[in-house]
């Protein structure tokens, strides 16, 4: 994962402001945990039309959480070969603000192979945060930012019901960011180990 150039001047203060919001309210009554179940077991039946259903049942939930209007959502079979951004971390997904349209695609291109529920939800959970950035947060844009790959990942994290990771960055040029995934990773353990020995005091 790589963060955006910051952008010039008149929306330096956007950008800014993106990256400095680390943090992001979470539900906590468990609805996106099973919601998300839900996406699961309808992607392990192989069931395009229940996929889409248990997405949109999970964005409904989530838009009414964050207090923002609905957005759409389609759930295609592979991926098209034009798409509007072109990260490589973004293979399965883009979002439209125009139309507030999300799609997500449950195979690669190349290879034809199924995503596999973790990508898929993560990628999810990535374009609601941009639908987020315009409607929640009123940004100018919605930029890759430090803060919003960690309100992406806090999302994801509470989605799955998993414990959040600590993400580490380096600098590299351009005043852009990347994951350090080796002391991410490390750092997650430690994390965890962490909520072990405080479970077992
Ligand atoms: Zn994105």
Redesign the pocket.
């Known amino acids: 994962m790589l963060t955006d150039s910051p952008p010039r001047k008149k929306n330096l203060a956007g950008f800014q402001e993106s990256d400095g919001s680390r943090r992001l309210d979470l539900p906590k009554d468990g609805y996106l945990v099973a919601a998300a179940k839900s996406i699961e077991v309808a992607m392990n039946e192989n069931a395009s039309p229940s996929v889409r259903r248990a997405c949109a049942e999970f964005l409904a939930i989530a838009s009414g959480f964050y207090e923002v209007p609905a957005c759409g959502i389609r759930v295609l079979a592979a991926r098209p070969l034009r798409v509007r951004?072109n990260?490589t971390?973004?293979l399965f997904?883009?979002?439209d603000p125009n139309t507030k349209q999300i799609r997500v695609w449950m195979r690669t291109a190349v290879r034809k192979d199924i995503t596999s529920f973790g990508t898929f939800l993560s990628t999810l959970c990535?374009?609601f945060?941009?639908h987020l950035d315009f409607q929640r947060f009123r940004f100018a844009d919605?930029w890759?930012t430090r803060g919003?790959y960690e309100r992406a990942g806090a999302l994801y994290h509470n989605a799955r019901g998993t414990p959040p990771k600590k993400l580490f960055w380096v600098q590299v040029p351009g005043g852009r960011w990347r994951i350090d995934w080796q002391r991410t990773n490390q750092g997650g353990q430690a994390f965890q180990s962490e909520i072990q020995f405080s479970a077992h005091k």
């Open positions: 951004e990260w971390s973004e997904g883009d979002y990535h374009e945060c941009h919605s890759h919003f």
